[in-house]
Nanobody
Framework: QVQLVESGGGSVQPGGSLRLSCAAS????????MSWHRQAPGKERALVAA????????NYTDSVKGRFTISRDNAKNTVYLQMNSLKTEDTAVYYC????????????WGQGTQVTVSS
C-alpha cells in the first residue's frame, strides 16, 4: 500500500522556521521525483519545490527561492522541506507528491500538513 505521510507543520510567527518531512512507503522511493505543493484557502494547489531522484536537480517557485530548501534521503525514503524566513503568505496546506514517468505517469499524494504563519 502506497503511503506518503507529511509531518512538521504547525503555527509559527513571521520570520520563523519549520521543517516538513514526508515519509514514503509502498513504492521504490528512489525511482520517483519528489515535490512539495501548497494550497492556500481559495487558491489552487501550486508547486513549491521539486527534487529529482538523486537530488541532482532542484527547482523552486520564485516566491520561496532563498528561503526554502528541498532535500531527500533515499535511504530513509523521506523528502524534506526546510522553510526559513516564513511569511504570512506562506500559510497553506502543504502536500508531498511522488511522480514517475514511464509508459504512463505514476503519481501519489500525501494527505497534507497545515502551515500557519501569523503574528
Amino acid at each position: 500500500q502506497v503511503q506518503l505521510v507529511e509531518s512538521g507543520g504547525g503555527s509559527v510567527q513571521p520570520g520563523g522556521s519549520l521543517r516538513l518531512s514526508c515519509a514514503a512507503s509502498g513504492f521504490t522511493f528512489s525511482t520517483y521525483a519528489m515535490s512539495w505543493h501548497r494550497q492556500a484557502p481559495g487558491k489552487e494547489r501550486a508547486l513549491v519545490a521539486a527534487i529529482s531522484r538523486f537530488a541532482i536537480r532542484k527547482n523552486y517557485t520564485d516566491s520561496v527561492k532563498g528561503r526554502f530548501t528541498i532535500s531527500r534521503d533515499n535511504a530513509k525514503n523521506t523528502v524534506y522541506l526546510q522553510m526559513n524566513s516564513l511569511k504570512t503568505e506562506d500559510t497553506a496546506v502543504y502536500y508531498c507528491n511522488a511522480r514517475r514517468f514511464g509508459v504512463s505517469i505514476e503519481e501519489y499524494w500525501g494527505q497534507g500538513t497545515q502551515v500557519t504563519v501569523s503574528s
